[in-house]
């Protein structure tokens, strides 16, 4: 059989976005799938009839990345397409082309032209539509001007020669510069093609739900730094009303279950960092507000790590007055059912694996989750009985050799029991010697499970024992046991030397003098610290790291905040304090080869970390080497574009390869 190579993760095909049709009769999705040659990933929606379970493509120009159904059962999708979406570039127009299609087939037509930069549409009972779009107050009022000024003012907009920032954040992983930027709510009239902004002129939302005529939000209204702490509001015929007040809770992601009732989860400032919100129900007329009950998981999210998924869906559903989310435990995400009196059903779905994103109706689940080393797919559970409706990846179990993760379970010296896994060399042989990665997964609160992790497979295709866990701070086994409050370094950092132990012992072919280790993220925080603590591992990979996390503070889109939340205090209050919790503060004390991979657009752990740590080593005469992305983000392993992704697969085992197996 084939063995992974860097290149094979271009066949993949990822299925996202699932949604069941008003009639039932059929669910749509998104199907996404690597072109090198454009080095992107296009997409097209699909369709699978319910009753036959045929799967058929629906578009065919690879821009339908975004779409919803309208009530007559047609789809409605924005793409930039032809002449006009052309001009409007040309005249510093910011506009949204919406298309139309038949789930049954035929030619997608054009529906209408908003100005606004939006999303696919939530419909109201009136006809007109609800869209959150991107409002950027830096542009200037091409409108205003002559064309010959018009010219001038979008070329210099288009590609300025230098960047003005006057909030917190200044810029954000995945978006860019986001000074005076906001995400704005608009009720639009597609008829007249003409677009009324909701939310005031400097307030910015993060979540939104419809249902009916009521819209429901979360957000801020900011001058000069966005808060931690942000409100709820509904908006209706007589305009936005608070329904919680900004700066008393952390607030999840909002859900209506009815037109009266919105459900999310509430964590009071006051309460401890790492808890996990209760779940509450709010009155969207009077505001009052039920506590549900508590629930010391993820609500309405899967946390379990992968680099073989693409795309997002909906991961909360109401249905019939209850909402069904997703929530990862252990290692594992599933779906259960919240009733109205606060109740939490059973698991609905099957264990392993991680459920993605779903629909419900008529007592089915429809969604896309990873099962066993099956790439994601869709699967239907009715009656508690799953089965899987597509194999766009089946081939990969065919034709390739690949690695079951084995699991490993032990009691670490703090009394918590860390789950992991271990997984083979391709080709394993009893009784001979191999090389082995410790691989730590980002978040912290994260979680690594058994599904497929293409890497990964890669490195056991390359000879490699691949060891990874889920030390204290990752997700899906409550706040105790993810509270790493003033405790990076310490906890994690035994529980994970424990765990590699704990496989060394029980993996005797594993050879303990060729170890590597690396990790992005907090992973990257960890590589760093490792090395810096232990001269155990004959090289490293840190990947999107931090090392100082004084100047993580300053520089990134969540680090003047994030700092209190992870070690309970800031740069003013105790520098000292973070000082001490820096692996840059350790670095002369590293012996082992490191490679560094970053990306330049990484605003979530700015490119300064990875340039502080490489130096740092340089100087202390260390081999090392960095590799910096151009045009990349903190994403690059997940979606980054193909040629980067591939360079940085090879990077990675040829760094090991070079120091574990030479």
């Not at 939104?208 to 209706?236: H, I, K, N, W």
């Not at 089965?387 to 034709?399: A, I």
């Amino acid at each position: 059989m084939k063995h992974i190579t860097a290149e094979t993760f271009l066949e993949y095909r990822f299925p996202s976005d699932v949604r069941i049709s008003p009639d039932g009769s059929l669910c749509a999705f998104v199907l996404r799938k690597a072109d090198l040659e454009k080095n992107s990933y296009p997409g097209d929606v699909w369709v699978l009839e319910r009753a036959t379970g045929q799967v058929r493509r629906l578009t065919a120009q690879g821009d339908a990345l975004d779409f919803a159904f309208l009530p007559d059962g047609s789809i409605v999708f924005s793409a930039p397409r032809g002449r006009e979406a052309e001009k409007a570039r040309e005249q510093g127009r910011v506009l949204t082309q919406y298309f139309s299609i038949s789930p049954y087939g035929g030619e997608a037509l054009p529906l209408c032209t908003l100005p606004v930069s939006g999303s696919a549409p939530r419909v109201l009972p009136d006809g007109r539509w609800l869209v959150c779009a991107k409002v950027d107050l830096n542009r200037p009022d091409f409108s205003a001007m002559d064309e010959e000024q018009r010219k001038t003012a979008l070329r210099e907009y288009e590609n300025p020669r230098f960047r003005v920032f006057e909030e917190l954040p200044f810029w954000a992983n995945g978006r860019g510069d986001v000074s005076r930027v906001r995400r704005s709510l608009f009720v639009c009239d597609p008829a007249q093609g003409s677009a009324e902004r909701v939310t005031a002129e400097y307030f910015d939302v993060s979540s939104y739900d419809q249902m009916g005529q009521t819209v429901v939000f979360t957000g801020s209204e900011y001058r000069d730094f966005l808060p931690m702490y942000e409100g709820l509001y509904a908006c209706g015929a007589d305009g936005v009303r608070t329904l919680i007040e900004p700066g008393q809770y952390e607030l999840g992601e909002v859900h209506l279950v009815d037109e009266k009732t919105v459900v999310l989860t509430l964590r009071g400032s006051e309460e401890h960092l790492y808890a996990h919100g209760d779940i509450w129900r709010v009155n969207v007329e009077t505001g009052e507000k039920t506590r549900l009950c508590a629930y010391d998981r993820s609500f309405g999210s899967s946390s379990v790590a992968s680099d073989s998924r693409l795309g997002g869906g909906m991961s909360a559903v109401a249905c019939g007055g209850a909402l069904y989310f997703a929530t990862t435990e252990d290692e594992d995400s599933y779906v259960r059912c919240l009733m109205p009196d606060g109740t939490i059903s059973e698991r609905l779905t099957a264990p392993g694996g991680s459920v993605d994103c779903f629909d419900v109706r008529d007592g089915e689940i429809l969604m896309v989750a990873m099962r066993g080393m099956r790439l994601p797919e869709l699967y239907s559970v009715r009656g508690g009985e799953e089965r899987r409706l597509t194999s766009f990846n089946e081939w990969v179990q065919e034709q390739y050799e690949l690695s079951q993760p084995q699991p490993v379970r032990f009691t670490a010296s703090d009394g918590f029991e860390i789950h992991g896994y271990i997984m083979q060399p391709a080709g394993y042989e009893p009784g001979k010697k191999y090389p082995a990665i410790l691989h730590i997964h980002g978040g912290p609160r994260g979680a690594f499970g058994s599904v497929f992790h293409n890497e990964m497979q890669l490195w056991a295709a390359r000879g490699y024992f691949v060891f990874y866990c889920n030390p204290r701070g990752g997700d899906g086994r409550g706040a105790a046991f993810a509270d790493l409050l003033d405790k990076y370094g310490d906890v994690d950092y035994k529980n994970l030397m424990e765990f590699t132990d704990y496989c060394l012992a029980n993996c005797p072919d594993a050879d303990p003098e060729r170890l590597g280790v690396t990790g992005g993220s907090y992973g990257g925080v960890m590589t760093n610290w490792i090395i810096g603590h232990t001269d155990r591992f004959r090289a490293a990979c840190s990947q999107r790291c931090i090392a100082n996390w004084i100047s993580f503070e300053g520089t990134t889109d969540i680090g003047y905040w994030f700092n209190y939340t992870q070690h309970g205090t800031l740069t003013a209050e105790n520098p000292q304090r973070l000082w001490e919790l820096s692996p840059l503060a350790y670095a002369d004390n590293v012996k082992t080869p490191t490679l560094f991979i970053h990306a330049e657009e990484d605003y979530r752990c700015y490119m300064a970390e990875g340039l502080q740590m490489f130096t740092a080593l340089k100087m202390h005469g260390v081999e090392s080497r960095l590799v910096l992305f151009r045009g990349e983000n903190h994403d690059l392993s997940r979606t980054g574009r193909p040629r980067s992704r591939i360079r940085r697969m090879e990077e990675i085992a040829g760094w090991m390869d070079a120091h574990l197996k030479g």
